[in-house]
């Protein structure tokens, strides 16, 4: 029997034949037995190798590049882990998959690494291998493609960017945090989109990297926060007083004048800095310049809250910490999704906590995707919770009945 997948958004049945793949395994039976399964799935273009050496041979003469490579971590003379560094550096693979009998943490690790060096994991596979293992997993590689993530967005020029600053095409969209006491939503995420022509949408994973190498991350951050207090403003009028987060750029913290700039914007447009909560990411403080500091603490003399994003994904030394005049902790995705099946990732969720309690910050745990999920933070104490369970990114007209037809779990 072969199996088929669907392209979730385009309403198109796509075969599993059409993805090129390679399977990187040492062991000769389990390698044959990967290729038997791939072929009963439908797959034509399918390619091997005993070690990393002759995968990441094979791979440069591949073109286009290859969809999709089955890797595992236990290789010899070249580990699995370091074959992905490899693969990540030189870009010859969209995405990835872990086929793996290794315990389950040292496989998020290494997940963690590949995601962090910009290579999509469509999951792991424990061994011994399935059809219906390796169809699952490949299945994803679809849903990442009907995302809107695409090799064609690499054409995408700064005299485009520069246009869709000018044209206002880049949108900002809104999620909701919820109150995890009482279930109520007190604060919204802005999150920009470029919503495109033929009806796709690029998401800013692959956009701000290039307004940021083209100079451009200043202008559209000044924009897009100047429009999303407009749509708050809009939404007090109707009685939803909700508090407004905005994720700035490590770089724009390297310019002495931000803090003025960001301030006489947010004024201009009738909101008070306290309503406005600006999100940098962990990293990007921690290994900051005097300057970055110095407009942190502006900032927040200005009256801005200041989060820490995707807290727990850097490498924050604690004293530095508590010396950056935050406001807010966010505890990333990666340790919220999956967490109450997982003891490792309730241990880093409770240790958070601990740690932003201590420094008096609140808390939002994000990534909140089940009613497991939002009690096993509630349990622990967080503040606030951001997910699909709450609601998803929505444009600002949305949002309001987003708020309206919330229930939180078990009410």
């Known amino acids: 029997m072969k199996w088929t997948m669907r392209v979730a958004g385009q309403g198109a049945s796509m075969a599993l034949q059409g993805l090129c793949v390679m399977v990187v395994e040492d062991h000769g039976f389990q390698r044959r037995m990967a290729l038997r399964l791939l072929a009963d799935l439908g797959l034509t273009r399918v390619h091997e190798a005993a070690n990393g050496h002759a995968a990441l041979e094979q791979l440069e003469s591949l073109q286009p590049v290859a969809d999709i490579v089955i890797v595992d971590l236990d290789l010899p003379g070249m580990d699995g882990v370091e074959f992905i560094g490899h693969l990540a550096d030189r870009r010859l693979a969209h995405s990835i998959v872990v086929a793996s009998a290794m315990d389950s943490a040292l496989i998020g690790t290494v997940e963690l690494i590949a995601q962090s060096s910009g290579l999509q994991v469509l999951g792991s596979v424990e061994k011994p291998l399935s059809a219906g293992k390796l169809a699952a997993v490949l299945s994803n590689f679809h849903a990442v493609a009907a995302g809107g993530a695409s090799p064609a967005e690499a054409l995408v020029s700064v005299d485009m960017l520069r246009e869709a600053i000018d044209a206002e095409a880049f949108q900002p969209w809104f999620q909701p945090q919820a109150e995890l006491r009482n279930g109520k939503i007190v604060a919204v995420e802005m999150l920009a989109r470029w919503p495109q022509q033929d009806g796709g949408m690029i998401e800013p994973l692959r956009f701000i990297p290039l307004l940021e190498q083209h100079g451009l991350i200043d202008a559209f951050t000044e924009q897009m926060l100047a429009r999303s207090c407009r749509h708050r403003e809009a939404w007090v009028r109707d009685g939803l007083d909700l508090k407004l987060a905005v994720n700035i750029s490590a770089l724009c913290l390297g310019d002495a004048a931000t803090a003025d700039r960001l301030e006489a914007i947010v004024r201009g447009e009738g909101v008070d ?52 005049p935050f406001t807010e902790l966010k505890i990333d995705r990666g340790f919220v999704t999956g967490a109450p099946g997982v003891a490792r990732k309730k241990a880093v969720i409770e240790a958070s906590i601990d740690l932003a309690r201590k420094l008096d910050l609140r808390i939002v745990g994000e990534g909140v995707e089940t009613a497991e999920e939002w009690e096993l933070l509630a ?30 779990p078990g009410a």
């Open 273 to 324: 800095p306290a309503s406005v909560v600006l999100e940098i990411t962990e990293g990007s403080v921690i290994c900051g310049s005097p300057t970055s500091l110095s407009v942190l603490a502006r900032l927040r003399l200005k009256g801005f809250g200041l989060s820490i994003d995707d807290f727990g994904t850097g490498y924050a030394s604690l004293s530095r910490l508590s010396h950056v």
């Open 379 to 408: 349990r622990c104490g967080c503040g606030l919770a951001q997910g699909y369970l709450i609601g998803r990114p929505v444009p600002a007209s949305e949002l309001p009945s987003v708020v309206a037809d919330w229930r939180r």
